[in-house]
């Protein structure tokens, strides 16, 4: 069994049954099976209670915007890199390929920031729906 309590309390039903006779067996078994029934019921209450809580959060997390999951420490930390890692690749692009290759280079960069800040904010890139006029009154 898995309740160690539950197995002390089946135990005891049976040490009184065997000290009290047959004509008490019914009595007992009915007991037990309240307490058994109890058991069940207190642990179908926890488990509905918890995911009734899950629910309530999941749609609390749904009702509000999500927020960016970079902080503004990561947001600098990656600027920063970008900007560290353009001079040598601005470097090696302009020598390999000139000038072409310093625009490679920097469309490069340009393009890991642009996919970052998409991440980061999910409705910046995103159309505006145009006003109509009647919209300001």
Do not use: C
Not at 108 to 131: C, E
Request: no cysteine; hydrophobic share 40%; charged share 30%.
């Amino acid at each position: 069994m898995r309740d160690p309590e539950l197995k002390k309390e089946l135990d005891a039903t049976l040490q009184a049954r065997r000290e009290l006779g047959e004509e008490y067996e019914s009595a007992l078994v009915d007991s037990f099976l309240e307490k058994v029934d109890q058991r069940i019921d207190g642990a179908v209450e926890r488990r509905v209670r918890r995911q009734l809580a899950e629910q309530q959060m999941v749609v609390a997390r749904g009702s509000r915007s999500p927020k960016p999951t970079d902080s503004w420490g990561e947001r600098f930390g990656f600027g920063i890199v970008s900007l560290v890692l353009a001079i040598p690749l601005s470097g090696i692009g302009g020598g390999v390929a000139n000038l072409p290759g310093l625009l490679v280079a920097w469309a490069g960069i340009v393009g890991v920031n642009v996919v970052q800040a998409a991440r980061t904010h999910p409705d910046l890139f995103r159309r505006r729906k145009a006003r109509k006029d009647s919209d300001w009154e």
